[in-house]
């Protein structure tokens, strides 16, 4: 039986994910950015939560990892990079998998954002957790990896089945697509962007999005048709440092 995401704002522009295996019922968080609104969001749907999954170290994405184990037992599993902040107890890295009742989520290294990021990857439905690595229009900030490690992660996303449907961890589309227009002539990125501009006067969240959308939109994925007499992972550092400054 397929997965039900139940997605919810959180914090200032965070979005948490519960998931719920059809099969066993069993419930996954993936991060923890904010225990009362996720404990909140668990009772409303009379679920409870048997596994967080956490993409990597940031407090907005393990700080509540504490207080979910306290309330609902559940089994706390991440990168190894958490251990140093917030408490874990099973640590997963690249080719590891996590069983979700028939649930199998593989794991993905996509370290940039900081250097064990991991991203959590469901074949059979189609759909990618990736936190802070991939957003809608964007990717994240390089707080401790490279360009080459953030390139590759990228790239191995971008590998993935296109009707993918990928679930980032912020609504930050608006801000990435004003950059986006800046730098990138995408045939389709206008008419994209009038639709999240729309949505988000409606009040609608713009992630989830899709791989497919991203490889046509997205100017970190395009970055070497943007700059062809770089290689890649030039090309993307160039792009990665214009947004850094941009203030569009």
Known sequence: MPLTIHQFPCLSDNYGFLVRDGESERVACIDTPDAAAIIAAAEAQG??????????????HAGGNAAIKARF?????????VLAHYPLDREVGDGDTVALG???????DT???????ISYYDAADGVVFVGDTLFPLGCGRLFEGTP?????SLSRLAE?????????AHEYTLANGRFALSVDPAPDLAARMAQVRAARERGEPTVPTTIAAERATNPFLRAPLLSAEHEPAAAFAQLRALKDNFKG
């Open 111 to 117: 370290g940039g954002h900081t250097l064990g990021h």
């Open 160 to 168: 993935l089945p296109a009707e993918t449907v990928v679930y980032s």
């Open 47 to 60: 679920w409870g939560i048997d596994l967080v999954l956490n993409t990597h170290w940031h407090p907005d």
């Open 73 to 81: 037992g559940a089994e706390l599993i991440g990168p190894r990079e």
């Open 102 to 108: 028939g649930t199998q989520f593989a794991v993905l």
């Open 148 to 152: 080459q490690q953030m390139w590759a």
